[in-house]
Each structure stands twice: as structure tokens, then as C-alpha cells.
């Protein structure tokens, strides 16, 4: 157990930052999933510059690295333009 004051305070700010990265990684992955599941073509598309931008913030952050983050978006990219390649 922590014997300083600092350290204890120290303690109670890496939990809540915990918590809040958890939660903003989950959403994001949760937006992913739902980008995913989109077939229409608009949707897609207004999705996307959504869950692009969540990446970024995680990767800004340290949450996720910023490879993970160009990955993702990559593969979503390719993802939302073969959509609109299907519907023309």
C-alpha cells in the first residue's frame, strides 16, 4: 500500500483515467461494429468520418497506438468505398 500522500493521490487519478480510457476505447469499438454492419452507402460514409476521427483521438492519446489506428482506418476506408462501388 502506498505510504504518501502524492502516491495515493496518484492512486485515485490513474483509476478514473482508467476508467474514462476503457470507456472511450470500448465506444469506439462499439462505433466500428456498427460501421461494419452498415450497408447504406451514406450512412457509411458520414460513419466513418465519425469513427475516423474517435481513432484519432485514441491514437493523440495513447490509448491505442497510432499504427492500430491507421490500420483500422484503413481497412474501413476500403470498407465504405466498396460500398459505394456496389451501389453505382
Given at each position: 500500500m502506498a505510504?504518501?500522500?502524492?502516491?495515493?493521490?496518484?492512486?485515485?487519478?490513474?483509476?478514473?483515467?482508467?476508467?474514462?480510457?476503457?470507456?472511450?476505447?470500448?465506444?469506439?469499438?462499439t462505433m466500428i461494429r456498427k460501421l461494419r454492419e452498415t450497408t447504406d452507402r451514406e450512412a457509411a460514409f458520414s460513419l466513418y468520418k465519425t469513427v475516423s476521427s474517435m481513432l484519432d483521438k485514441l491514437a493523440k492519446r495513447n490509448i491505442i497506438h497510432r499504427n492500430k489506428a491507421a490500420n483500422n482506418k484503413s481497412k474501413l476506408a476500403k470498407y465504405v468505398n466498396g460500398l459505394a462501388v456496389a451501389a453505382a
Open positions: 505510504n504518501h500522500k502524492s502516491a495515493l493521490k496518484r492512486i485515485r487519478a490513474n483509476e478514473k483515467k482508467r476508467l474514462l480510457n476503457r470507456y472511450q476505447h470500448k465506444s469506439t469499438r
